[in-house]
């Protein structure tokens, strides 16, 4: 995704997730706003992930992958479990709030990918664009397209995306699925 958003926007949007986080830490819950005092962009549906970095190191990352809520209510929901729901950490502290960074990604709509084979897959790959979704049968996984930064070559990244799925690194089964989707990242 091309990065369209105003930067008015984009600095309410991170608003509303810091918000998020500081109602967490006082109240252990998240508390949405009005809806209708918020633009018309906020209102529409979208899909965002939000990742908290604290000296440039993951410290959570939740997301929705399609829009099935208003953008606001996505941002509050996914900045609240990033910071207090996250399984690989516990919830964030008053102290690590001080120094928290927090990055958005707003996801376009996923679409399916064609591919005859593994290396047709990874040959269609598009390094440091694509966000993808890998699934087969109960199995799922997602990268967003910033993981390219740790994982540049193609085929690693399939392979990483797969242990992050469930599956084995070197699986491959013809009844594996793909979506990639694009995303316009800021963060404050």
Not at 13 to 24: A, D, F, N, P, T
Not at 64 to 92: C, K, M
Not at 154 to 180: C, V, Y
């Amino acid at each position: 995704m091309t990065s369209t958003t105003p930067i008015e926007l984009r600095q309410q949007m991170v608003k509303l997730v810091r918000q998020s986080i500081e109602q967490g830490l006082k109240m252990r819950s998240n508390h949405l706003p009005a809806l209708n005092t918020l633009p018309k962009a906020l209102r529409r549906p979208g899909a965002s992930f939000v990742t908290l970095e604290m000296s440039h190191q993951l410290r959570g990352c939740i997301g929705s992958l399609e829009a099935h809520r208003p953008l606001a209510e996505d941002l509050i929901a996914n900045g609240y479990s990033a910071a207090f729901r996250d399984p690989r950490f516990p919830p964030l502290s008053q102290e690590e709030y001080a120094i928290l960074e927090i990055k958005i990604s707003l996801l376009s709509a996923p679409e399916p990918m064609q591919f005859n084979s593994e290396s047709d897959l990874v040959g269609q790959l598009q390094p440091g664009v694509d966000g993808l979704i890998l699934q087969q049968g109960t199995h799922r996984g997602t990268f967003l397209p910033s993981v390219w930064e740790q994982l540049p070559d193609p085929q690693n990244f399939l392979d990483r995306l797969k242990q992050k799925a469930g599956l084995p690194g070197n699986h491959w089964s013809e009844k594996i699925t793909m979506q990639r989707y694009r995303t316009e990242q800021f963060s404050e």
